[in-house]
Nanobody, 111 residues
Framework: QLQVAESGGGLVQAGGSLRLSCEIS????????IRWFRQAPGKERELVAL???????MYGAFVKDRFHISRDNARNTVSLEMNDLTPEDTAVYYC?????WGQGTQVIVSS
């Protein structure tokens, strides 16, 4: 059974960086289309980035070249490198693989 687990969230000051990880278990990462979403309090969940099994990537408009998604199929892990963070990036970040969701990891950016 496919399972997804996020890690790497935390508290960071504005302008700082975080690296989130999404680990896939119960299956093989290379089969899956991976998406990172986020949800801030009182807001709808929005797409942050995606990486296809063919290694194509796309980002939400708000990312503005600050984030980078990458796949490590050997480790069954997808990473989201986030740079130049702002308080507006504060949210719970979720990984999604084939409509399977993780529990999310909290990111808090202080001003």
């Amino acid at each position: 059974q496919l399972q997804v687990a996020e890690s790497g969230g935390g508290l960071v000051q504005a302008g700082g960086s975080l690296r989130l990880s999404c680990e896939i278990s119960g299956s093989i990462l290379e089969y899956y289309f991976i998406r990172w979403f986020r949800q801030a309090p009182g807001k709808e969940r929005e797409l942050v980035a995606l990486a296809t099994s063919g290694r194509m990537t796309m980002y939400g408009a708000f990312v503005k070249d600050r984030f980078h998604i990458s796949r490590d199929n050997a480790r069954n892990t997808v990473s989201l490198e986030m740079n130049d963070l702002t308080p507006e990036d504060t949210a719970v970040y979720y990984c999604n693989a084939d409509d399977t969701w993780g529990q999310g990891t909290q990111v808090i950016v202080s001003s």
